[in-house]
């Protein structure tokens, strides 16, 4: 099936531009997870025949290409048929492959997809885009929101996540955290995550090393973290790995760091949130630092991510994104510049997501 569901790494939150490092084996272990969905969810064809189904995709893109434009409900609830039909058309094709007879019906299929994408992206395009447009779009179009079995495994996980809140963040120096911080990631990469035990052990430790650290974030923005950075790769490395060896649950190794990258996300825009309104972003350095983090949200987070946020959660983002124009200028306005280039962004991410469909 060519439009694979791909799910990005989000397991390594970076804490500035240069520091974001994906983890390769996290991906693989998503990008495992999302094409098992899809055969899955797509091993039955509306569709009898590959030239029924070509006829009908070529068909639907004579449609959108009538439609001079759709709001963002609109929008959505088109992507959504669009993506329902993709899938049919595509098992269909996948089943008849007898000989080589219907290659051209392939590459027929494929070339219409590709100029679907382009109308989807010239209606997105057609009406402003917001923050909150971006993610409204990627949860009620994400593959993963009426997954019932994944809704049940994300709830049984939710007491963990929950009692993480109750856990009192240190109380150190912001060079003390840091040095800490690095110290726990080192021992944990020389002593690996091979169990559920360790991996809720570590989620719980890192998490109060995480928040400890944001407490202190107007004072560390823009500082080289590089080493937790990678410390902390490893340590995600090391999860997939004890999975892919059947030590660890696989299951839980996707749904539990997903949710603890989720949290991660979710923390940082929040203190941003929390340190711009209480005036503590002051300088250049630290307008630009915050200026992305406060873009992580539409960055790190696909379908699945969207999918696995707890309603708590997806209500802080949703808060987030309603301020984020005058947020952006605000910060804007710290640096010195008139720049309202962000403005655009909105549009950019959403014509990425189409162009991952």
């Known amino acids: 099936m060519k439009p694979e569901r791909r799910m990005k790494s989000a397991g390594c939150l970076s804490y500035s531009k240069r520091q974001i490092v994906p983890s390769k084996c996290i991906a693989v272990c998503f990008a495992t997870f999302a094409l098992v969905s899809c055969e899955k969810n797509n091993g039955h064809s509306m ?71 382009a109308e989807f992206i010239r209606l997105a395009h057609s009406t402003p885009k917001t923050f ?8 009620r ?55 559920n035990e360790e991996l809720l052990a570590f989620i719980r430790e890192e998490d109060s090393f995480f928040r400890s650290f944001l407490a202190h974030l107007p004072e560390l923005a823009g500082a080289d973290l590089s080493a937790i950075t990678h410390r902390t790769e490893k340590c995600c490395l090391s999860v997939f790995q004890s999975a892919e ?3 660890l649950p696989y299951q839980d190794a996707l749904i539990y760091f997903t949710k603890r990258t989720n949290r991660r996300i979710v923390l940082n825009a929040s203190a941003c949130m929390d340190d711009i309104n209480h005036d503590r972003v002051r300088t250049a350095t630290q307008a630009r630092a915050y200026v992305w983090m406060l873009l992580q949200p539409y960055i790190a987070l696909d379908g699945f ?34 720049n309202s280039q962000w403005e655009s962004l909105p549009d950019l991410l959403v014509k990425v997501m189409l162009t991952s469909i």
């Open 245 to 247: 060896s059947g030590r």
């Open 47 to 117: 569709f009898q025949t590959s030239e029924s189904a070509v006829n009908s995709y070529r068909a639907y893109l004579s449609e959108m290409r009538s439609v001079e434009s759709l709001s963002t409900e609109h929008l959505i609830e088109a992507v959504n048929d669009w993506q329902t039909l993709r899938d049919s058309v595509f098992a269909c094709v996948a089943k008849d492959t007898a000989n080589r007879i219907h290659s051209n019906h392939e590459n027929t299929i494929h070339s219409l997809h590709d100029s679907l994408q």
């Open 141 to 195: 179009t994400s593959p993963y929101r009426q997954d019932a079995e994944l809704a049940k495994t994300v709830e049984a996980a939710k007491p963990f996540f929950d009692s993480l809140d109750s856990i009192q963040p240190y109380q150190r120096t912001a060079k003390n955290i840091v040095s800490a911080y690095e110290t726990f990631l080192a021992k944990t990469m020389e002593s690996g995550i091979c169990s």
């Open 305 to 338: 991510g969207m999918a696995v946020l707890s309603d708590k959660e997806k209500a802080i983002l949703y808060d987030v994104a309603e301020q984020m124009p005058s947020i952006m200028t605000g910060l804007n306005r710290i640096t010195g510049t008139d």
């Open 132 to 139: 909150k447009d971006v993610l409204l779009i990627r949860e």
